[in-house]
């Protein structure tokens, strides 16, 4: 199990299937073609960012960290508070100038995989020989019949995978907001100064959202027993196995292991359930 820290995350700006105005910090990164396949990346924009309203047939959790996001006139999400979106929901997405967002990019509960970033800025750039991305969406002209126009991002996934793409039925009408200084910490049983808090357990795969705090000095095994854990320090310092991490450091705990959990200074954890699929 390897820490990472956003000082020494990849880089990267906008895939051609969207437009400019949005930056990447790559934090964790699954094993592309695999069903579970996953990324944890901080993601940046400029007040001019924005997409056409799209779909997709994965899933998204974002924590905003700074500033807001809007996707839709009356859904907007604030600073501190965290969202889900179902696959097959359908959003438009503004970013405020400046605006930071811990995002997680995941597969949905139909199983049809997490398309990986190398897959999608490679089909992307190819794509480009036989038309063109505009504001969002990707526009060319068939041998036969007029031009057509499709989703940049859906343009890309059925070249890439080489077929149509298919959405599951939303199971939720909009993305859910979830504020997590509502909810209330609670002790875990047996383990002296931490506590944990649930936001919510989503879908038939087991989707889990929840934030753990540990005070300082205290310390804690983390076990992935049901599902396999992306975890993210949202503030203080301490060690992971031994490795130091810090504010915005991050690690996944594969299921049948643990990270022993060690803090310097009082900790605050978002930790996500991945689902499963065997």
Same mark, same amino acid.
């Given at each position: ?105 995941? #597969? !949905?509960? /139909?199983?049809?995989?997490?398309? *990986?970033? $190398?897959? +999608?800025?490679?089909? =992307? ?90 005070? #300082? !000095?205290? /310390?804690?095994?983390?076990?992935? *027993?049901? $599902?396999? +854990?992306?975890?993210? =320090? ?45």
């Amino acid at each position: 199990m390897a820490v990472a820290h956003r000082s020494n995350a990849q880089r990267e700006g906008a895939s051609a299937h969207r437009n400019d105005g949005i930056a990447f910090e790559h934090l964790l990164v699954g094993e592309e073609g695999t069903k579970d396949n996953f990324i944890l990346t901080i993601v940046t924009t400029e007040e001019e960012y924005k997409t056409p309203r799209h779909r997709h047939n994965f899933e998204q959790i974002r924590f905003v960290l700074k500033g807001e996001m809007q996707y839709g006139p009356d859904h907007i999400q604030e600073e501190g508070t965290v969202a889900y979106f179902c696959e097959g929901t359908y959003y438009t997405q503004k970013g405020s100038d400046g605006s930071e967002t811990l995002l997680l990019q995941l #597969a !949905g509960p /139909s199983g049809q995989g997490y398309m *990986s970033q $190398r897959q +999608l800025r490679l089909g =992307a750039k190819e794509l480009q020989a036989k038309g063109s991305f505009e504001d969002g969406v990707f526009s060319w002209a068939p041998e036969h019949g007029g031009r057509r126009k499709q989703d940049g991002y859906e343009a890309v996934w059925e070249y890439v995978n080489g077929k149509p793409v298919r959405y599951s039925k939303p199971r939720y009408v909009f993305p859910i907001i979830m504020d997590p200084a509502s909810f209330d910490y609670l002790p875990v049983r047996g383990a002296s100064g931490v506590e944990e808090k649930s936001l919510g357990r989503f879908n038939e795969r087991g989707l889990e959202i929840k934030m753990m705090k540990v005070q #300082a !000095g205290a /310390s804690f095994d983390l076990k992935a *027993s049901e $599902r396999p +854990l992306v975890v993210c =320090a949202m503030s203080g310092e301490g060690y992971a196995n031994g490795e130091p991490y810090g504010a915005l450091s991050a690690f996944r705990v594969k299921r049948g292991e643990s990270a022993g959990l060690k803090a310097d200074l009082e900790t605050e954890f978002f930790i996500v359930g991945l689902p499963t699929f065997d």
